[in-house]
């Protein structure tokens, strides 16, 4: 696979003369040097020439768009860089753009400044002269204000780097859907048209017999491997070892993994949907499998929500190598105190194991729906610390992405009759209000949950994809709430929709 990378781009004219555009080169160089460096930045930056002209700025802006392996460009006017030079070019950009408000000397040099220093750096005015023509625009893009050395600004940078690579995965990604949606079920549908115009993926239909195809496949040798490799990972239960009562279910799990990574491997999906309903010949509702498959890096909703597992596949991207695990949940149950009050979110199985806490443990018990065999899981609780959850719906007439910034906490008690994997969350500013605006904004029961990602990741997603994002945090009031979304009801009939 080629490699990804972010295209540096220096704005400046002629005006300056030779001399004052060999040293612009030569800083912006330098930046780039300092970026690729940076243990925070995880993509390749890669420098680009100072553009001085409307039709060079045109010539990068479409080699960005047209190149593949460029999946957003750094923009940034160490000089002025008259902006009407920049309309046509900012036009055709079809890639993500991070306005660096930078400059390349930190502090006044008091004794030495002259006006040769000040037409070097002066991006404080050149970069105000580029934002306007963005705003006049109406583009989006990320502002990122600070000294390039600056940890903070490189943190930043990464992260919004992050998020372009989680874009990027949008515009190949394909979902394929295991059986259609739990019958009735109004969230987790949605159009899968608009989905494709406006973020990138492909949605698709399959059957369980697709499945059940390449389970026919697969070799004992392969499922003794997957076998020794549950052994080596889990604390198997006694009726799952090797003699126990249910080492059947296990063989039948271990087989419905293979069968269903060969699937996936096979039509280059990278996120994928199944439901209870539509499970044909195969014997257990997918859980072992569904949760290993999360933790290689895999998008999944269940009940056949595909707009959760391609968010869930984007989100694992954007993540990758960060601290902190990434998972499908499901908001479940509630625990209510007169003091304070929790959410318990987990799903009938498919939890990514990427945010356990320890070991998981691995267990068969009984599913209450499907009519299948007992279903084979990982069961496990989750650390505690902050994360978020996000919901990206179906408004009809937009898609709208939900955040809600939470604390999640040590369960109280060791819930030894629970046979799936939990988190126990305090969501902020509160239980009450947070479930208010939640419902009120249509968020889903299905979201993805994650402790690596900040909702300034979520923020830049909106962003690049042009999409409302509604977050509930520590500042939320259910009024303000009520008026934001009130605003962004007409902000996107009369606007957003016209593009
Ligand atoms: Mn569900």
Redesign the pocket.
Known sequence: MVEKEVWFVTGSQHLYGPETLKQVAENSQEIVKGFNVSNNIPIKIVYKPTVKTPAEITDICLLASSTKNCIGIIAWMHTFSPAKMWIKGLSLLSKPLCHLHTQFNAEVPWESIDMDFMNLNQSAHGDREFGHMMTRMRKDRKIIVGHWKEEKLQKKLGNWARVALGWNEFQHLKVARLGDNMREVAVTDGDKVEAQLRFGFSVNGYDSSDVVDHIKKVTQVEVDALLEEYDNLYELSNDLQIGGAKRQSLVDAAKIELGLRAFLDQGSFKAFTDTFENLGELKQLPGIAVQRLMADGYGFG??GDWKTSALLRAMKVMARDLNGGTSFM?DYTYHFTPEKSYVMGS?MLEICPSIADAKPSCEVHPLGIGGKEDPVRLVFNAPAGPAINVSLVDLGNRFRLVVNEVEAVNPMGKLPNLPVARVLWDPKPDLEIAATSWILAGGA??TVYTQALTTEFIEDFAEMAGIELVVIDKNTTVRDLKNQLNANEAYYHLFKNNL
């Open positions: 269940g009940e499901e799903h029961h299905h």
